[in-house]
């Protein structure tokens, strides 16, 4: 840590300049060219694009260099006074020793890591393949399945390679035990060893659809609820049919005794009175644990991307908005006047947006990617923060602190970062948990009504929507229910302690 | 002891806190006379303020909590109650027998009743009068305090008026029962001076005027006490350490920090280059010393100081010292009514020590 | 030639103010402050148009001397502070000059008449003067050189250090502004001298702010004031936060520290004893108006301004024996500022109020001995 | 005062032209706007009708090729949706058209928009209203208790519960209601949702309200003849004009029907099974907040310095919590119901959709899916008028409670 921090004191040091070439490379080979408006100018290599590039990055660089770092390495000194000083610290250990919010957080924080490393579990990928002796790591990079002696040019079906390859090695067995092997057989044995394919412990994917490897139609449920996959078995015709119904149990159940022949067969099979055709294997018990949504695609996969993609979207959200609702704030609150009116007028008109619809307009208008749909709500989420940033600037402001920084000489912004911000950040702190919480349930409902995360994207919302239009496949939508209310409890959870540690009310009665 | 009208012994209450346990008062004796007016100085953290919280069972819970203690007022324990979790019995002293003035005339009224209302409401609980009838008396009362056209101002909201006027108002409503004991916590120090004076000015005057009252001021301001008490007690981090009549004290001291306070303040007429210090800060409340709790800055401290609690010595009649230094007066007797201080004889507009002056 | 006079008539280096006592006559003024004034406005209405305007400080004029301590007295209000705040400029002032002489030499060009030749001409030629500089137009850029020789001492000791930094760091920031060529190692050893200096020990620097007591606590903010090496300190109300018992250490500290710096005070207070104490000489502000000024001891023994006097009677006094005249107390209450009465502030509450003390607002009126007093009909009071 | 609610209704001018101003621009900036909304409804219904001429060949699919439409046409098009003028020229004439009340014709429903929005507003208040009146008359109660019994079992309990309302946003915890409720796969107790039964059957607990009534064959004929939208097989209820006419012993119970078939209690009971889940979710939706507020304003409030005078005049617990602490501290709790307006609608998108409540928040939804954009604008001038008139309601509701408060 002391490292890290003399590393950065260090390259604090350097003059802005160096800072300026290293953003201007980046931005003139880098940034620009993948932003693509230099090519809507002209065709690349023209003058034109050349001269938008240039231009584009210079800018770039040098408000990059001159006012986003320097910002950005104040705001740093703020946040390190802060969380550096003895009474986060204080504050801190009171956090962890409230345990419900502080194993909360553990647990996000752990779930979330993990997350990252999804890939890794739940993935219709195979993490790494070895074919004929070779190994490919499969997880990041595309092969085609011819590479791996299946046909076609596209991504193979890890699952069915796998099965593959055990069924050759098997038959490669028999042929090495009976002596009829060949040549290839031999390089097996003594030179590649048997082919792999290691896949993720939970091979399938959030969009993956399994349509075509499981009997019946979607939504599947989940496949230890034997009794509702019958139905599927039978959907798909896997049942052993007796020739006519049995005559016994026609007169055990004499409401069978007016029913189609079919339809008593339906009913046996539901009640697992009938075999299935031999050859066939149902799935595992526990292979799709939470089912199947309506276009086949594995729910619980679905749901641990979308706990990513959830938690993500919110804190990105968060972070942009307390950005935004810090600068404004501390401005408004720091130089007041008229500058203060102005902008408090139009925060006010701002804030007065049906937000919730104003969004769903703009979003329903401009389909959003992950990256404008933050935007979005970044636009009409940051004044929340701008309230408490200013309350608390006025506040700190009028203390002699301040006073004495100004009567000490101290530039106005070292008054704002090293004097006031590092002060004012407990809010900021405390409602953190509680707008991840709001951001959350925003793109959730975003999501559920159709104007959030274009399609495939696993989400929460969208696996609502599936429930409500699924009332009888309810871990359509108890398996979202679930997670949304896991999380949301536990990220309160997280906020309450924070509130109680940072922002601690005794209250005390009298009699 | 019938002239003691409130007798306290070995009052103790402690505060739990996130730090420790506080003991901001922790062992406070002293008695209140009818009629007298009492100054209990101190500085701040000193406990001073708890006590006279204390007397009427307002200490917040959590933290605070009389833990131990006797509270004498008229021959019965207000204690015995609060320690059963009753409060019954000082619900009937509060405002009636026993106020109270608070420091900040800001907040300790209702910002949404009408002041009318509020001074009443204490009449109508304890003397049963009706509305009507209470609102007269409070219009009666808010006039005695001098609260020019009284009777149109009833129902202005607190609001409306100043910082003096709003104390006027507390005060009101502290004396509109004619209690026995009016207990003062800093009544001035959110006052400028020349407000200052009209207050306590007005607050001796109205006690006169309402017959009965005995006072007990508290304050850190050592100079109000000179000027308005007739005996003293100083406290000093939890525990009174002197308690005598107001001349005694500021002309002959007995407690070493009575004598380095009273060296330490800047005196008028008195020009000296530099002034003579206390040296060292109060211990924390949550580290107190095991001793004496002033033998941390004692210049006279002898071995003792620092283990063992000095207990309180009557010195001269009437005047305990809590000191290992003090010698007990020769002629000093257990019965100590016999030694009571001078009785106010005052009129009723001069503060009481002006007239031995 | 040896002396050519500057030409800024605003210098006011040659002439000492006639409202000084003769005992500091010779003492060169470092401060002069003419009609000082602090118009804060009130905004009220929808697009928060100025409204109304709180006369905080409504024409203040003194001068200070080097090497003095003039206290400056008044009630809640009164606009004692905010002269105090308008003086290290940490507000712009409405209006008034506040001329200080600073430290700093500059290069001038003086027109004197020389005689040079036998022939009276005007010649401008250099010279290198103290820089007087009128801090009341500069703003917080231009004022920052001569913020290391006007420091300021807080009146709250726990509000005025920031509860985030270390005692090292506070002590440490004015070093970094004004004097960055010390060096790291230089910064830190004149924070240890520093912090021995007001007596706290150098170990106790990398503690923070709340690990002191109030007494300690304004020792750091003394410390602090101290590091640029300051020659004029403004000390608002530095101890009537403070207990009664470390109140008299900190003044004792004041003064030890005005004897060895020669430093100029301006102390702000409300307690007049404190004052009477620690100052040569002492305003008496009432309303946002110097009511009185004098040398110390004749403040006390001969006030002349019925405030002044209603004040001194009003202040308590921490001695029952001592006999004292009758007390004098004021009645009704202090206008607020925002809309003063007119002519004299004092009128409404004046026991000797005479008809045209509306009329217009009485000038401080010098009667010797530096004694002067903003009351014409002084001279009525028994 | 006056004068500061008159800036006030002022400044909403400004702000109400902002946020339309906003949305407006969005709508004719971004592909898919109007035009190509009507273009495309154009070409779908020449497909759909095969008199597409020219289009015929481009086979069913409108979107690749389909119908050539003449430059004429799209001239027409862009002057009907006034695309015809610059951006801000067109946003003038439709404010314009909206100061004078008119908010264009809906290109759905082909009904005016004003038309549409005022049979829906209706709906979503009766629904936004009620839960809203049933939460506060739970949190208030509820958060004083909470207050008085802090660090109970009971508050630690309640605390339990305001965390769990906290945790499950309104809307999902319909789509739990309805899952577990609603008859898909648990319980069949309440219906799926609507604002009232469509089909009521024998097995419905209604049954027994439904009205006598009679069949249609059974109407005298000169009667008959005076109702010709009625069609044979068809039943009337006793509340129809015709069924006087029907001879008594023609007369029967009803066995199946509708909400309207139902007698009066019966039509009461009908509505009250339609809400208690909707309204439920709009409870829970305010439940934690509101609770909570409530909660820590008391306690906040019972801390004061004015709470320990009046302790000090000996009053006993009960007044002192009740008459002074809880007067304060419904201040902000009551400003709340400034906002309620708003809230009301804003919280019912999500909840109108799940229980599918033709109200305000549905009418929004369907709009945006179906790119009507006259609805769309006309709904946000709509709610950002209500939220404007319900942020100075709050003022003056703060002002009419709080005596320190006067504007000026």
């Known amino acids: 840590m002391t490292h890290l921090s003399r590393l950065l004191a260090w390259v604090r040091t350097l003059p802005p300049y160096l800072g300026f070439f290293a953003l201007l490379v980046a931005a003139r080979w880098w940034l620009v060219p993948a932003s693509g408006l230099a090519a809507r100018v002209g065709p690349a290599g023209s003058g034109e694009a050349a001269l938008v590039t240039w231009a584009l990055a210079v800018a770039v660089a040098g408000v990059g260099a001159w006012w986003v770092l320097p910002l950005a390495g104040s705001v740093y000194d703020a946040f390190a006074l802060f969380l550096g000083s003895p009474l986060f610290q204080r504050r801190w250990r009171k956090f962890t020793t409230l345990r419900r919010g502080y194993y909360s957080f553990l647990i996000i924080l752990g779930l979330y890591v993990a997350s990252f490393g999804a890939e890794f579990l739940i993935n219709e990928r195979a993490i790494a393949v070895r074919y004929q002796g070779k190994w490919h790591f499969t997880l990041f990079s595309f092969a085609r399945a011819r590479d791996f002696g299946m046909t076609g040019y596209g991504m193979p079906n890890y699952r069915r390679l796998r099965e593959l390859y055990q069924q050759q090695a098997r038959e490669r067995a028999a042929r090495l035990a009976a002596g009829t092997a060949t040549e290839q057989d031999r390089r097996y044995r003594e030179e590649w060893g048997d082919d792999l394919v290691i896949l993720p412990l939970y091979p399938y994917g959030p969009i993956e659809s399994l349509l075509h490897e499981l009997p019946g139609r979607p939504p599947h449920p989940p496949t230890w609820l034997s009794s509702a996959w019958r139905l599927c078995y039978w959907d798909e015709g896997w049942f052993e049919l007796p020739a006519t119904p049995p005559a016994d149990l026609l007169a055990q159940r004499p409401g069978w005794r007016q029913l189609e022949p079919l339809q008593v067969y339906k009913a046996m099979a539901l009640e697992g009175l009938l075999p299935l055709k031999p050859g066939i294997t149902p799935p595992r018990p526990f292979q799709h644990l939470l089912g199947t949504d309506d276009r086949g695609r594995d729910v619980f996969a679905r749901m641990v991307y979308g706990f990513r993609i959830s938690l993500t979207f919110a804190l990105v959200v968060t972070f942009i908005c307390y950005a935004l609702g810090i600068t404004i704030g501390a401005l408004l609150g720091y130089y007041g006047g008229t500058f203060d009116i102005i902008l408090q007028r139009f925060v006010e008109i701002w804030s007065a947006m049906p937000f919730l619809y104003t969004v769903m307009i703009i979003s329903s208008i401009m389909v959003p990617s992950f990256t404008l749909l933050a935007l979005i709500l970044c636009l009409f989420g940051w004044m929340g923060m701008t309230y408490y940033i200013r309350a608390e600037f006025l506040r700190e402001k009028a203390r002699d602190y301040v006073a004495a920084a100004r009567a000490i000489g101290c530039t106005d912004g070292a008054i704002i970062f090293r004097h006031i911000l590092p002060n004012a950040l407990t809010p900021v702190i405390s409602y953190a948990p509680f707008a991840i919480v709001g951001n959350i349930g925003a793109l959730v409902s975003l999501d559920f009504l159709g104007f959030g995360l274009p399609a495939p994207t696993p989400s929460w919302g969208e696996l609502f929507g599936q429930g409500l239009a699924n009332l009888s496949k309810p871990w359509l939508g108890l398996s979202p229910m679930v997670a949304l209310f896991g999380t949301l409890l536990l990220v309160s959870f997280i906020g309450e302690a924070i509130r109680e540690a940072f922002d601690p009310k005794e209250y005390s009665r009298l009699r | ?357 | 030639m040896s002396q050519p006079p500057p030409t800024d008539s605003r210098m006011p280096l040659a002439a000492p103010q006639p409202a000084s006592s003769p005992v500091l006559a010779d003492r060169l003024p470092i401060l002069e402050v003419r009609d000082l004034r602090m118009y804060f406005p009130v905004f009220g209405g929808l697009f928060q148009r100025q409204v109304a305007e709180v006369k905080a400080v409504d024409g203040v004029s003194f001068t200070l001397h080097e090497g003095e301590t003039l206290g400056l007295v008044g009630e809640s209000g009164c606009g004692k502070s905010t002269t105090g705040k308008c003086l290290a400029n940490l507000y712009r002032p409405t209006g008034g000059e506040i001329l200080f002489r600073s430290r700093r030499s500059g290069e001038v060009q003086v027109h004197a008449l020389s005689d040079e030749k036998r022939a009276w001409s005007v010649r401008p030629f250099p010279m290198r003067v103290p820089v007087t500089v009128d801090l009341a137009r500069l703003d917080n850029a231009q004022m920052r050189p001569f913020r290391a020789e006007i420091q300021m001492i807080f009146q709250d000791p726990y509000a005025s250090l920031n509860p985030r930094m270390t005692v090292h760091d506070i002590v440490r920031e004015p070093l970094t502004i004004h004097q960055p060529h010390l060096g790291a190692a230089g910064m830190d050893d004149r924070v240890a001298w520093l912090l021995e200096k007001v007596g706290l020990s150098p170990e106790q620097a990398q503690r923070y702010p709340h690990e002191f007591s109030g007494g300690q606590r304004q020792r750091i903010g003394i410390a602090r004031a101290l590091a640029t090496n300051p020659r004029l300190v403004i000390a608002d109300e530095p101890v009537s936060a403070l207990d009664v018992s470390i109140q008299a250490q900190v003044i004792n500290l004041l003064q030890d520290l005005q004897e060895e710096f020669g430093l100029t005070y301006l102390f702000i207070a409300h307690d007049l004893a404190v004052v009477e104490h620690i100052s040569d000489r002492i305003a008496v502000m009432y309303l946002g108006n110097l009511v009185e000024i004098a040398p110390t001891a004749e403040l006390f023994d001969n006030p002349r301004h019925p405030y002044t006097r209603a004040l001194l009677s009003a202040i308590p006094q921490a001695d029952p024996t001592r006999p004292r005249a009758r007390r004098q107390i004021l009645q009704g209450e202090v206008p607020t500022p925002l809309n003063k009465p007119s002519g004299c502030g004092f009128r409404t509450r004046c026991p000797i109020v005479q008809p045209d003390c509306a009329q217009f607002p009485p000038p401080l009126l010098a009667l010797g001995n530096g004694h002067s007093v903003a009351c014409p009909y002084h001279a009525r009071q028994n | 005062m006056t004068t500061y609610f008159l800036q006030r209704f002022l400044l909403m001018i400004p702000t109400f032209i902002g946020i339309t101003f906003l949305c407006f621009t969005v709508t004719r900036f971004v592909p898919g706007g109007p035009v190509e909304q009507a273009v495309l409804r154009y070409q779908q219904l020449q497909a759909l009708t095969g008199e597409g001429g020219a289009g015929d060949a481009g086979g069913s699919s409108a979107t690749d090729g389909g119908p050539v439409i003449s430059e004429e046409t799209m001239q027409k098009l862009r002057a009907i949706y006034g695309f015809d003028k610059p951006f801000y020229l067109a946003y003038l004439s439709w404010l314009g058209r909206v100061v004078q009340l008119d908010l264009g014709t809906s290109d759905t429903f082909a009904r005016p928009v004003w038309d549409v929005i005022r049979d829906s507003l209706p709906v979503s208040l009766w629904f936004g209203l009620t839960g809203f009146i049933l939460s506060y008359t739970i949190c208030i109660p509820l958060g004083v208790w909470k207050a008085v019994k802090h660090g109970s079992a009971f508050d630690t309990a309640t605390s339990v519960l305001v965390f769990i309302a906290y945790s499950i946003p309104g809307w999902s915890a319909g789509i739990l209601l309805l899952l577990l409720f609603g008859g898909g796969s648990f319980w069949s107790v309440f219906p799926l949702g609507g604002v009232s039964s469509a089909q009521i059957g024998p097995d419905s607990y209604l049954a027994g309200f439904l009205l006598e009534g009679a069949r249609v064959e059974d109407i005298p004929d000169d009667e008959r003849a005076k109702h010709p939208q009625l069609r044979p097989g068809q039943f009337i209820n006793s509340r129809h004009p015709a069924f006087a006419a029907v001879p008594p012993a023609k007369r029967q119970r009803l066995t199946r029907g509708s909400s309207d078939d139902l007698s009066w209690f019966g039509q009461v009971l009908d509505r009250i099974w339609h809400m208690i889940l909707p309204v439920f979710c709009y409870v829970l939706g305010m439940f934690a907040s509101k609770t909570v507020l409530m909660k820590n304003s008391l306690m906040e409030n019972l801390g004061q310095d004015y709470v320990r005078t009046a302790f000090a005049k000996g009053l006993s617990e009960r007044t002192v919590i009740f008459k002074h602490a809880l007067r304060n501290s419904l201040i902000p709790i009551a400003t709340g119901l400034g906002h309620m307006l708003s809230l009301v609608l804003a919280g019912s998108y999500l909840i109108e959709k799940v229980f599918n409540i033709h109200g305000f928040g549905y009418l929004g939804y369907t709009a945006l899916v179906a790119r009507d954009y006259p609805v769309t604008l006309g709904i946000l001038v709509i709610a950002s008028s209500l939220k404007l008139l319900g942020n100075i309601f709050a003022d003056m509701l703060y002002c009419a409670i709080d005596p320190r408060i006067r504007f000026s």
């Not at chain 2, 009777?151 to 006027?165: A, E, K, T, V």
């Not at chain 2, 010698?327 to 016999?338: G, L, V």
């Open chain 2, 1 to 357: 002891m019938p002239d003691d009208l409130l007798r306290v012994t070995d009052l103790k209450t402690w505060f739990r806190t996130e730090a420790g346990l506080a003991r901001a008062v922790d062992g406070v004796d002293f008695t209140i006379r009818e009629r007298e007016v009492l100054g209990l100085v101190g500085e701040s953290g000193s406990g001073k303020s708890v006590t006279a919280l204390s007397i009427l069972q307002l200490i917040p819970d959590p933290p605070g909590r009389i833990v131990d203690g006797q509270i004498f007022f008229g021959g019965e324990d207000l204690l015995e109650g609060y320690r059963r979790g009753s409060y019954e019995r000082i619900r009937q002293i509060r405002g009636n027998q026993i106020s109270m003035i608070f420091q900040e005339p800001m907040t300790s009224l209702n910002p949404v009743f009408p002041i009318g209302d509020q001074v009443a409401e204490a009449i109508m609980l304890h003397q049963r009068l009706s509305r009507p009838a209470a609102l007269d008396r409070a219009a009666e009362m808010l006039d005695l305090v001098g609260i020019p056209a009284a009777r149109q101002r009833l129902f202005d909201y607190p609001h409306q008026f100043s910082g003096g006027m709003r104390q006027r108002v507390m005060i009101a409503m502290a004396l509109a029962c004619q209690p026995a004991l009016l207990i003062a916590d800093e009544p001035t120090t959110a006052l400028d001076v020349t407000i200052q004076a009209q207050i306590l000015e007005l607050m001796l005057a109205a006690k006169e005027k309402s017959g009965r009252a005995a006072i007990l001021l508290i304050t850190h301001d050592l100079a109000v006490v000179a000027e308005t008490c007739q005996r003293v007690a100083v406290m000093y981090c939890g525990r009174i350490q002197e308690i005598g009549d107001t001349r005694t004290i500021f002309t002959a001291p007995g407690h070493p920090y009575t004598r380095g306070l009273l060296r330490s303040l800047p005196r008028r007429g008195q020009k000296v280059r530099r002034l003579p210090t206390i040296e060292g800060t109060v211990p924390s409340l949550f580290e107190l010393p095991a001793g004496c709790s002033f033998s941390t800055r004692c210049p006279e401290r002898l071995d003792q100081c620092s283990t063992l609690p000095p207990p309180l010595i009557e010195t001269v009649p009437g005047h305990l010292v809590r000191c290992h230094l003090a010698r007990p007066a020769a002629s000093s007797t257990p019965d100590r009514a016999s030694h009571r201080p001078p009785q106010p004889t005052q009129s009723a507009t001069t503060p009481p020590c002006q007239g031995q002056l």
